[in-house]
């Protein structure tokens, strides 16, 4: 049995973007009250720390970090219109980029054998020196930079499986190969980018690899996915640590998107990628919420994370079913990383 990290606390509640908004605190609350009452042991609860400015500026401009930090103790200010912020939202997001910071320790320093950082307002959309999509700083991006830069890790896997294309992830690291940033999503959706010949650029050229999917598809095209390419693919790169945006926006019961995965399709990412942090680099991954907007979607899909985090990495994979609709979009990814792809 492995250790397991849940990074939370009842903070995170304290972001209110605004009436009606399904980025609400309930999501959290569902969260915790899930992890309340697994009750299991080698389940070890730990309390987020705030992000310092000095972590944040790893990914985000000076002038930007200033202007949501000029928000604290506002009413209200909306940087757009879905991306809005309350009183608390400045010292909820340092508390969401420094909880994942927390995971990662944890991870690093052997407190646990991998974690899941249960925290919000998410992160993959914001941009260095933009907020958009419910998001304010880039929590798993500033982690990313952090274990590299402060940590001294060489080469870091983000598999970001939230319904929604991480655009301010891919973004912040296009033109790294130290950072690959593997994106499965719905497409054409917000926020529009994500198309396969989006690839990385400069030295990033390969390092980005996205798999955009029409609505409906569901757990056997996901899986597959993974066998065909996002796993091998991380096998290649052979990551240091694992990231993982993990948001249940893909859930078949979520209202702001048209997919299908269901629990087991959560349990099946997250054990494929399990066993290849395994096999990479002893282990060691951090799950992170991103999206979900369904209260029972997310409570169920985090327990199945959080249950099969905790099992022996040697759980045998069971196969994806057929999934074949998903392989010409993978035909496609292979083809647009072929010729620049060449580790050994
Ligand atoms: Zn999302």
């Given at each position: 049995m492995?250790?397991?990290?849940?990074?939370?606390?009842?903070?995170?509640?304290?972001?209110?973007?605004?009436?009606?908004?399904?980025?609400?605190?309930?999501?959290?609350?569902?969260?915790?009250?899930?992890?309340?009452?697994?009750?299991?042991?080698?389940?070890?609860?730990?309390?987020?720390?705030?992000?310092?400015?000095?972590?944040?500026?790893?990914?985000?401009?000076?002038?930007?970090i200033?202007?949501?930090?000029?928000?604290?103790?506002?009413?209200?200010y909306?940087?757009?219109?879905?991306?809005?912020?309350?009183?608390?939202?400045?010292?909820?997001?340092?508390?969401?980029?420094?909880?994942?910071?927390?995971?990662?320790?944890?991870?690093?320093?052997?407190?646990?054998?991998?974690?899941?950082?249960?925290v919000?307002?998410?992160?993959?959309?914001?941009?260095?020196?933009?907020?958009?999509?419910?998001?304010?700083?880039?929590?798993?991006?500033?982690?990313?930079?952090?274990?590299?830069?402060?940590?001294?890790?060489?080469?870091?896997?983000?598999i970001?499986?939230?319904?929604?294309?991480?655009?301010?992830?891919?973004?912040?690291?296009?033109?790294?190969?130290?950072?690959?940033?593997?994106?499965?999503?719905?497409?054409?959706?917000?926020?529009?980018?994500?198309?396969?010949?989006?690839?990385?650029?400069?030295?990033?050229?390969?390092?980005?690899?996205?798999?955009?999917?029409?609505?409906?598809?569901?757990?056997?095209?996901?899986?597959?996915?993974?066998?065909?390419?996002?796993?091998?693919?991380?096998?290649?790169?052979?990551?240091?640590?694992?990231?993982?945006?993990?948001?249940?926006?893909?859930?078949?019961r979520?209202?702001?998107?048209?997919?299908?995965?269901?629990?087991?399709?959560?349990?099946?990412?997250?054990?494929?990628?399990?066993?290849m942090?395994?096999?990479?680099?002893?282990?060691?991954?951090?799950?992170?919420?991103?999206?979900g907007?369904?209260?029972?979607?997310?409570?169920?899909?985090?327990?199945?994370?959080?249950?099969?985090?905790?099992?022996?990495?040697?759980?045998?994979?069971?196969?994806?079913?057929?999934?074949?609709?998903?392989?010409?979009?993978?035909?496609?990814?292979?083809?647009?990383?072929?010729?620049?792809?060449?580790?050994?």
């Open positions: 492995l250790r397991t990290a849940l990074v939370t606390d009842r903070r995170y509640l304290n972001h209110h973007p605004g009436r009606a908004h399904p980025e609400r605190p309930e999501r959290v609350e569902a969260m915790i009250e899930m992890a309340d009452g697994l009750g299991r042991e080698g389940l070890k609860f730990i309390a987020p720390r705030e992000a310092t400015l000095e972590e944040l500026a790893l990914c985000h401009d000076g002038d930007y200033a202007s949501v930090a000029r928000t604290a103790g506002l009413d209200h909306a940087f757009d219109p879905d991306t809005r912020t309350s009183p608390e939202s400045y010292r909820t997001a340092l508390l969401a980029a420094g909880g994942v910071l927390t995971a990662a320790e944890a991870v690093l320093e052997a407190v646990a054998d991998n974690a899941f950082a249960i919000r307002p998410p992160g993959h959309h914001a941009l260095p020196a933009r907020a958009m999509g419910f998001c304010l700083f880039n929590n798993v991006a500033i982690a990313a930079a952090w274990l590299m830069q402060k940590r001294g890790l060489k080469r870091i896997a983000i970001d499986w939230d319904v929604h294309h991480g655009n301010g992830t891919q973004d912040i690291f296009y033109y790294s190969s130290d950072v690959l940033y593997v994106s499965t999503h719905q497409f054409p959706h917000y926020p529009g980018t994500g198309s396969i010949d989006e690839i990385g650029e400069g030295p990033g050229e390969g390092f980005t690899v996205n798999v955009p999917m029409p609505s409906m598809f569901g757990d056997a095209e996901y899986l597959r996915a993974f066998d065909e390419l996002i796993i091998p693919v991380c096998q290649e790169f052979k990551p240091e640590f694992v990231l993982v945006s993990a948001g249940f926006d893909c859930h078949f979520d209202p702001l998107a048209s997919m299908r995965v269901t629990e087991s399709g959560f349990l099946g990412m997250t054990r494929r990628i399990k066993r942090a395994a096999e990479c680099c002893e282990g060691r991954m951090v799950a992170v919420l991103e999206g907007y369904d209260l029972k979607a997310l409570a169920d899909s985090g327990q199945a994370v959080i249950d099969e985090l905790g099992r022996d990495a040697d759980e045998p994979v069971s196969p994806a079913g057929d999934g074949d609709r998903v392989m010409p979009i993978i035909e496609r990814a292979r083809n647009a990383r072929a010729p620049i792809w060449k580790m050994d």
